[in-house]
């Protein structure tokens, strides 16, 4: 599977578990790997048969600027969701949301929450159950 990497977009939210937090906001930033395949796009050197990610950085900036979280974790899903749902190309995403100005009584570089989500498939054992279905099933397919 090819990647397509948009790393350090950096947004301005209001999210976080201090009422401060939410209330003033702060900078977020949001490095994503794309997996999916850019074969067909790259042959014939055509933007409609990729993932524009132009359009993807908007809509991270869309959940950034939307409803207010507590956990950065839970902020990092909803980008995951976002991506998924909007860019049937794109077979799994890794997001980073990561936070430089934690408010920490300690010196840091930033604090970050990094996921991998795939496009859900049907389960195994519902393919199989789906292919008995249709054809019959020899002994050695058991």
Request: glycine residues 8%; proline residues 5%; hydrophobic residues 40%.
């Amino acid at each position: 599977m090819d990647e397509i990497r948009i790393n350090g977009i950096k947004i301005f939210g209001h999210h976080g578990d201090l009422p401060e937090e939410v209330r003033l906001g702060q900078m977020f930033k949001v490095s994503l790997v794309l997996g999916l395949d850019t074969g067909r796009a790259a042959e014939a050197d055509d933007l409609s048969l990729t993932v524009d990610y132009a359009a993807v950085i908007r809509r991270v900036e869309d959940v950034v600027h939307g409803p207010s979280v507590r956990l950065v974790e839970t902020l990092a899903e909803r980008v995951a969701a976002a991506v998924l749902g909007g860019f049937p190309l794109v077979q799994t995403v890794s997001v980073e949301v990561g936070k430089p100005f934690a408010p920490l009584a300690s010196f840091f570089e930033e604090v970050s929450v990094r996921i991998f989500r795939e496009r859900t498939r049907k389960p195994a054992s519902r393919q199989k159950a789906s292919q008995e279905k249709t054809r019959p099933v020899h002994s050695w397919e058991r």
